[in-house]
């Protein structure tokens, strides 16, 4: 392939940005990243972007091992897109550090508000605030298929960008989910579909006894929360009044893994 889009997503915000961009490049490929896809240790495309979530202010951790294996031709065009609710924090700077450990450079960094999505914290978007995400995405992906396209160069900076970066890295150094999902339990509408099974990335769930399991090594996606058709996993007491968010672009068997 000309181009590779290795992206990662929970709730499907990221996988939308991808579409969207491959849509506009040429004969490019989107390889979602997940447990199953861990071994891919090389490419040779000579376009390459990662596009991911940002979490705690960061990069999620199966996206930061993936790239610490994958093996990258040193002249490639290498962007990255972050899709996030808050800010994009420390993520970019982190893998910029990521790529040049093996000797490779961030040619472009773009960003993208997306609604928020970590219902343990907070309740979805309303609709009108979703829909004007929706809207900005639309207009951010246009400039940004122009840019890659092009094989432009585009830095990362802002005002007040070097706090929120550093601010941002002392957030993500308590980072720590995987025996978060601990937390996690279904109420009495759960019937054993297995959709949380199949739309977990590290395939963290087992289904016993027709009932989720989490064993451990939980990226905090909620991917199994927000999809789940019966809304029955529950993340301690505090989702049980609070709606779910998915993007409505994406179908579920997309995130199956």
Known sequence: MESII????????SLKVAKDISAGLKDTEIIQICE????????TSNKIGFIFPV???????????FIEKISITKDSYVYTVVTFGAA?????????????????????????????NYQVIYA???????????????????????????????????LGESLRRTVGGMIYSSFSPYEKDKDFWTDKKCNGC???????????????????????KCEQCLACM???????????????????????????TELFH
């Open 88 to 116: 994009a924090g420390a993520s970019i700077k982190q893998l910029e550090e990521l790529l040049t450990d093996k000797g490779i450079k961030l040619s472009a960094a773009f960003k993208i508000k997306m609604p928020g």
């Open 194 to 216: 297995g959709t949380c099974s199949k739309v977990c990335p590290t395939n963290n769930i087992e289904m016993i006894e027709g009932k989720p399991q989490w064993q451990h």
């Open 124 to 158: 979805p978007y309303s609709k009108a605030k979703q829909k004007k995400c929706f809207d900005n995405e639309k207009e951010k992906i246009s400039e940004i298929v122009k840019s890659l396209n092009n094989n432009e160069i585009v830095g990362f900076s802002g």
């Open 55 to 65: 979490y705690a202010s960061g990069i999620p951790l199966l996206v930061k091992q």
């Open 226 to 252: 927000q999809w789940c058709p019966q809304k029955s996993i529950q993340y301690k007491k505090v989702t049980r009044k609070r709606g779910r968010y998915h993007h409505p672009d994406v179908d579920v």
């Open 36 to 43: 199953k896809n861990m071994n891919i240790n090389n490419t």
């Open 6 to 13: 290795y992206c990662f997503s929970g709730t499907g915000n």
